[in-house]
């Protein structure tokens, strides 16, 4: 049902914004493990079967349960993964704070024509609080950032996407009709994520995420360039 009038925009970040993973999330891991003298590397190629696991902290467990099972059984599992996060956490928002990574094309555009129209802007994102400013801020300025008026991220859910749990939370704080929203994904979990919440998706998929199955969406566009507002409200209306 998507015949509600659009009042909200809920973005994704990785993926969606900027194309962040293999450049941006990816060395940043690499940087921790190497601090914490460990000898993993993760390549281009296995960070794409690793990103089936949203969340950094689930993705290095994951990792290290399925290829490193001697290292699940330290004494001191949980305190040196929640560590090594921290790490590449610091490493990933020193990377991009310089700008390192740009917003994929019409990204700071259509922002820009939504608040214009009245539209509100949320964000529903795994990935940390503060890698979002981070990215975001040398890109939008601190001012468009400002007005992101609900921005959900990281462990504010227990459960990650493809789980519909961080877009209940956005909608809850917006106080809207799941209906009455479109969302902006880039992935297969996020699209789940967002339709199994009720909110209809529009999908622009990245450098890791072409070919994943995307039924379901309002739409698979290459990217956000050259599209307007108007069309964004006439897909949401299911009149496209
Ligand atoms: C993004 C992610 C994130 C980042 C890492 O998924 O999976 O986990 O890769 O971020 P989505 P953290 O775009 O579907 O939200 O390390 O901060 O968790
Ligand atoms: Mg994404």
């Known amino acids: 049902?998507?015949?509600?009038?659009?009042?909200?925009l809920i973005l994704d970040v990785d993926g969606t914004l900027a194309d962040t993973e293999r450049d941006g999330h990816r060395p940043a891991f690499n940087a921790a493990f190497r601090e914490a003298g460990l000898d993993w590397q993760w390549d281009e190629a296995l960070y794409g079967e690793l990103l089936e696991v949203t969340?950094?902290?689930e993705r290095i467990?994951?990792?290290?349960?399925?290829r490193q099972p001697d290292f699940t059984r330290r004494p001191d599992y949980d305190e040196f993964v929640a560590?090594?996060?921290?790490a590449k956490t610091r490493h990933y928002v020193a990377a991009v704070a310089g700008g390192s990574i740009p917003l994929r094309p019409g990204v700071a555009r259509l922002l820009r024509e939504a608040r214009a129209a009245g539209l509100r802007l949320a964000i529903a994102?795994?990935?940390?609080?503060?890698n979002v400013a981070a990215l975001l801020v040398p890109a939008l300025g601190a001012d468009l950032m400002s007005l992101f008026e609900v921005v959900g991220a990281g462990d504010v859910v227990p459960a990650k996407k493809p789980a519909p749990d961080i877009y209940l939370w956005v909608l809850e704080r917006l106080g809207l009709a799941a209906a009455s929203c479109l969302?902006?994904?880039?992935?297969?979990?996020?699209?789940?994520?967002?339709l199994g919440a009720g909110v209809p998706a529009l999908v622009t998929p990245s450098g890791y995420t072409r070919g994943q199955c995307f039924t379901g969406a309002?739409?698979?566009l290459p990217d956000l360039g050259g599209v307007g507002l108007e069309e964004i409200e006439l897909l949401q209306r299911g009149q496209v």
């Open 1 to 8: 049902m998507c015949a509600s009038r659009l009042e909200a």
């Open 55 to 57: 969340g950094g902290k």
């Open 61 to 66: 467990r994951h990792f290290a349960q399925t």
């Open 83 to 86: 560590a090594l996060h921290r």
């Open 125 to 130: 994102t795994t990935t940390t609080p503060e």
């Open 183 to 194: 969302a902006f994904e880039d992935s297969e979990n996020g699209l789940r994520a967002a």
């Open 218 to 220: 309002l739409a698979v």
